[in-house]
């Protein structure tokens, strides 16, 4: 059974920092590109970074590009996204994406975790 359950969300003062994790079961980690994505009350999913199976040349969104940072852990089939100097508008719901580097595989979602970021 395919899973990617994120964990790490919560309220954070502006300011603060985050660390999300999405640990992925049920597929081949190594054959994906893993991307973070959020959505905002009353917006569009909006991807944030993305991390290809090597994890080499990571790249974000302008509006994350030197507060948050990317990784993966291949030998824990786990995507992490540390997120920084955090702002009210970082608050969304943010969701972890497998994304098939080969022909002919599924993409998966996870369930989405819950950021708010508020004084």
């Known amino acids: 059974q395919v899973q990617l359950v994120e964990s790490g969300g919560g309220l954070v003062q502006p300011g603060g920092s985050l660390r999300l994790s999405c640990a992925a079961s049920?597929?081949?980690?190594?054959?994906?590109?893993m991307k973070w994505y959020r959505q905002a009350p009353g917006k569009e999913r909006e991807l944030v970074a993305t991390i290809r199976s090597a994890g080499i040349s990571p790249s974000y969104a302008d509006s994350v590009k030197g507060r948050f940072t990317i990784s993966r852990d291949n030998r824990k089939n786990t995507v992490y996204l540390q997120m920084n100097s955090l702002k009210p508008e970082d608050t969304a719901v943010y969701y972890c994406?497998?994304?098939?580097?080969?022909?002919?595989?599924?993409?998966?979602w996870g369930q989405g975790t819950q950021v708010t970021v508020s004084s």
């Open positions: 994406h497998a994304y098939p580097a080969l022909v002919g595989l599924k993409p998966y």
């Open positions: 049920g597929f081949t980690f190594l054959s994906y590109t």
